[in-house]
């Protein structure tokens, strides 16, 4: 395991960020390590390389949720901050953008251990429709060459398993919007070992996909699922890739967020369900999944420190790759 012996016992090691990245100072109060790309590294082994390719509005948070769960394991974690080059966010400050984040053009030569993909808010729109589709399917296509492992959140899941398998997305009737009792499916798999048989997760989306849509032979396996809210966790190995519908990345306040902000702008928006105590928009939700997120992620860190390349230069040359849907309909077979 990586780490460094401190006081007679291992100590996480730390997450490498851009220089003044403003998570960088929440996560050093928070007690996470933080180093950046000019302090010195463990000289025993490389970083492994995650990419965060962020299409959510409000970019600095997620940074933070993402870079605090990649920060706390035993490992030594190196932060790349991704956008899509074809789109220029409006909620983020562009100085921001500038500073720490590349655009996937630029980037897209390099290898990466890991890549995560967020969700949007784009997700009633049809796929194709959404105007940075093309470049998306470019970057699905490319982590099948350039990166070991992936790990798509909402909406990004949903459209990796459009992509790659041409599932189908489906409109609800209401936004299923709270935090929701969930069950561990697949127990012998290795990104749920420790977690609890039952767990609670924060959900926020107006659109789902279903069990039955799961292609025959992809072998797709269901880790997570819910019986209020359906499919939560999908283990693509096939695709090297994770599938998580839902956002147990999420702060305490942050579905209390989203429905302030969306009650203020005049949406139909019901309260988030089991999540407000008593059920009382004054009193702080008290955050039952934490736990369950520093877990996931520590799994998946850990599953590609295992796997992953001694040579990163290594990633992707010993692929066998199953081709995507929206390839193989090019091709006309």
Known sequence: ??????????????????????????????????????????????????????????????????????????????????????????????EHLASFYQDWHDIQAQKFDGFIVTGAP?????????????????????????????????????????????????????????????HGVENKSPYLKGLSDDLTIPVSRWTEMRYTDIPTNSGISVLIDSPDTGLCLLDDPNHHALHFFNHIEYDSHSLADEYFRDREAGRCVHRPRNYFPEDCEALLPKNQWRSHAHLLFANWINQISQTTPI???????DRSRTPSIGEVSRSGT
């Open 311 to 317: 040579d990163s230069n290594d990633i992707g040359q």
């Open 1 to 94: 395991m990586y780490g460094t012996k401190h006081n007679g016992g291992w100590k996480p090691m730390s997450i490498i960020i851009p220089k003044g990245l403003p998570a960088g100072y929440t996560l050093a109060t928070e007690g996470v390590m933080v180093m950046n790309k000019d302090s010195t590294v463990c000289p025993l082994h490389r970083p492994l390389r995650v990419g965060l390719l962020n299409l959510m509005p409000n970019k600095i948070t997620t940074e933070i949720q993402i870079a605090r769960l990649l920060g706390s394991t035993p490992l030594q974690v190196e932060l790349t901050l991704v956008k899509i080059t074809s789109h220029s966010p409006k909620n983020t400050p562009h």
């Open 122 to 182: 784009v997700e009633t729109i049809p796929f194709e429709q959404v105007y940075y589709w093309s470049e998306l399917t470019h970057i699905f296509r490319w982590t099948q060459t350039n990166v070991h492992r992936c790990f798509n959140i909402c909406w990004g899941a949903q459209a990796a398993m459009y992509y790659f398998h041409g599932m189908p997305k489906y409109t609800l009737n209401e936004k299923a919007f709270g935090v929701f009792k969930h």
